[in-house]
């Protein structure tokens, strides 16, 4: 980023045609970008020097004294905040911290002491653990929503729980104090190497951390801190692609066509798991269904999801229509997804699901390699991920698919579906310019 000067940064009238009094803008330009806000000063456009971007003070010029003082005190209001701009854009020049509106927003609030005020007892402050307490306290009852106004999904919930309860763990272990002035990115990166050698995978760490990052930067915006260390360019979530599999039409239909009479447990587990398979949701959405969620003559599944509230509607592969037809209309009674996942890896093994698969994930710090057989991988998300391939796999175009699954890019959406290369290739045949 090039040096900051006085010349990045203006004062402009919100509207200098104006027959009245004008709001007084700050505006800071940067990369191609432009940072404006209101300094919460007005004045009339008479009295407003456009060359000096300042109040008008002159005595030769504003002969009225009360005039001329109230420029003064404009006046005073726009250096303060020229210079707390100038000194945070340092501050953020110094710390490598990317700039965007949001971030000079915070920063610019907080030292002008804008800050929201905190809804603590006075004398009390609110430490950081207490914090993720009320946090998850509030979200559970409702009185907090996320940044959809919906209520937070109860997966979520947990994952904050568990945050703490690896702070502090880590506290105790490492002899670390866990509050608002600690946090440093020493101490993150200190943290981050502590559950490494924990034995934790790479992506739970990064699940942790991503919480981490959203609970002090909501803290922050509520007035608790003004530490920003969770703007830091280092502190980030770190994520990789997991070898995840996928059962292909043919085995879903191997699946559907299973004789389990003689065991209603696994039969009950096996259509369940189908419906997932077929419509694309999440267990959570897939177990809830309602014969109201059944709609155009029993062609379209339509409901709100739970994770993220969005209305999705789904053609129905008449395999479902069968298996809810087997259960009055309603999908089978549904259980815990822990127990689930333990049957389904049951059911696949009695079905036969044992190729060889290759699986790699980061644990403990090392990239580790394994075969498993598939029946071992199979869990109640790869439902969802088999529904997205072998949709892909069937030509469905991909805005199509993302338009159930909820991904938002395509890219992502590439990462999330399971096609080998030779799968690939083969899609490629039908294209015309490998005709």
């Known amino acids: 980023m090039k040096t900051i000067t006085d010349k990045s940064i203006k004062f402009l009238l919100k509207d200098a045609g104006s027959d009245r009094a004008t709001l007084i803008y700050l505006v800071y330009r940067y990369e191609n970008k432009r940072f404006i806000t209101s300094t919460g000063q007005m004045i009339e456009s008479f009295l407003w020097d456009a060359e000096r971007q300042r109040a008008k003070t002159d005595a030769r010029l504003v002969k009225n004294?009360?005039?001329?003082?109230?420029?003064?005190?404009?006046?005073a209001h726009l250096e303060r905040q020229r210079s707390a701009l100038l000194k945070v854009l340092h501050s953020l020049l110094l710390a490598e911290?990317?700039?965007?509106?949001?971030?000079?927003k915070q920063h610019l609030d907080s030292a002008l002491g804008r800050l929201k005020k905190a809804s603590t007892l006075p004398g009390k402050p609110i430490t950081f653990l207490a914090y993720i307490d009320q946090f998850v306290e509030e979200a559970q009852s409702g009185k907090r929503l996320n940044s959809k106004s919906r209520r937070y999904a109860p997966i979520t919930i947990k994952s904050f729980a568990?945050?703490?309860r690896i702070l502090e763990r880590y506290s105790r272990e490492m002899n670390q104090k866990v509050d608002y002035p600690d946090f440093t990115?020493?101490?993150y990166h200190k943290l981050k190497s502590w559950m490494t050698d924990l034995g934790l995978s790479l992506n739970y760490i990064g699940a942790l951390l991503k919480d981490f990052?959203?609970?002090?930067?909501?803290?922050?915006?509520?007035g608790l801190h003004t530490n920003m260390i969770f703007q830091h360019r280092d502190f980030k979530r770190m994520v990789e692609e997991v070898d995840n599999v996928y059962l292909s039409n043919d085995e879903l239909n191997h699946l559907f066509n299973l004789d389990l009479a003689k065991n209603t447990r696994l039969d009950r587990i096996r259509d369940l798991f189908l419906i997932g398979c077929y419509t694309g949701l999440r267990f959570s959405d897939f177990s809830e269904l309602r014969p109201e969620n059944i709609t155009h003559n029993g062609q379209i599944l339509t409901r709100n999801t739970i994770k993220t509230g969005e209305r999705v509607s789904i053609p129905l592969n008449p395999n479902?229509?069968?298996?809810l037809k087997k259960y009055g209309g309603i999908p089978p009674r549904t259980i815990t997804n822990q127990r689930m996942n333990n049957y389904l890896k049951e059911l696949s093994q009695f079905a036969g699901f044992s190729e060889l698969t290759e699986v790699s994930r980061t644990k403990g710090g090392f990239r580790q390699t394994r075969a498993l057989e598939k029946w071992e991988l199979i869990t109640t998300h790869t439902a969802r991920r088999s529904f997205a391939t072998n949709a892909y796999l069937a030509g469905v175009p991909t805005i199509s698919i993302m338009k159930i699954t909820g991904h938002k890019s395509e890219s992502m959406f590439m990462r999330y579906i399971k096609i080998s290369s030779e799968q690939n290739a083969m899609l490629m045949l039908d294209h015309a310019h490998f005709q």
């Open 65 to 75: 004294k009360r005039e001329r003082e109230s420029n003064e005190t404009v006046n």
């Open 97 to 104: 911290i990317q700039l965007s509106n949001e971030i000079i």
């Open 162 to 164: 568990k945050l703490k």
């Open 185 to 187: 990115i020493e101490y």
């Open 213 to 222: 990052k959203l609970l002090l930067k909501q803290s922050h915006s509520e």
């Open 320 to 323: 479902v229509l069968s298996i």
